[in-house]
């Protein structure tokens, strides 16, 4: 249990200095996942799998709470999306927005369950196809993804409300395409609220950086927490400051 919540981020004390925490996927045919996270404070939570020979799914959740009182909400989170990503996409022939839909259901029933209750995640899960190029995806009250092509950034705003408030919460599934060199950017709510001088890096800081087109999803999620740095003049400590991203190559 200890090195499980280590792994997490459990245990920091705040007098500990922010540092950014790097996290790659394994392999992928034609495309790289990475995240990058200053140490954590809140409940955010990051996990991906392979859940196929061709299907790799990924999420970015925020349960609501300080780490240390949402640690087991954020575990049974972890392990429900674990479980239940690879029980629904078992199969090759599957319906991928119906199988979003139902990875939600599931999500938002364990989160109430393990809280007891109401307890606010809003969440973005994605499921991305290698053969295809596309990704699908839920965004339950999260903050919305940005889509970059060679012609333009995309918002991908909610598709239903966060889960953990209502045991029947509808959500919506959609599909995008990830062109040859997009990008997909994925990131937490400590992100666009980084503030300096009353104002806030927002989404606007997030495009400016997918803009400058970084080579490798590595390069991109790490620049994007380097300019919330750069823009606070500090390390950031006021909340979880995540970023996941997906980039595709030729």
Do not use: W
């Amino acid at each position: 249990m200890a090195s499980l919540l280590s792994k997490l981020g459990f245990g920091s004390t705040p007098e500990q200095a922010p540092e950014i925490v790097q996290t790659d996927s394994p392999a992928l045919q034609g495309a790289d996942l990475s995240v990058a996270y200053f140490s954590r404070n809140g409940g955010d939570l990051h996990d991906f799998r392979r859940v196929g020979p061709y299907r790799f799914l990924f999420g970015l959740l925020d349960v609501a709470g300080k780490r240390e009182t949402c640690a087991p909400v954020i575990q049974a989170a972890q392990a429900c999306f674990r479980t239940a990503g690879e029980q629904i996409f078992a199969h090759d022939e599957i319906n991928e927005s119906e199988a979003m839909v139902e990875l939600s259901r599931r999500l938002n029933l364990e989160i109430m369950r393990a809280a007891g209750g109401v307890r606010s995640c809003p969440a973005f899960a994605g499921c991305y196809n290698e053969e295809l190029g596309t990704v699908c995806y839920v965004n339950a009250g999260h903050t919305p993804a940005l889509l970059r092509d060679d012609k333009s950034i995309v918002e991908l705003p909610a598709t239903g409300l966060p889960l953990g408030l209502f045991s029947l919460a509808p959500t919506d599934a959609r599909i995008v395409g990830l062109g040859p060199n997009g990008s997909l950017a994925v990131v937490s709510r400590g992100v666009v609220e980084a503030e300096s001088k009353h104002a806030e890096f927002g989404l606007d800081g997030v495009k400016n950086v997918l803009q400058s087109a970084p080579s490798s999803a590595k390069t991109l999620s790490q620049s994007i927490l380097l300019c919330v740095q750069d823009f606070m003049h500090m390390a950031p400590k006021h909340n979880d400051v995540t970023a996941l991203t997906l980039t595709r190559g030729n």
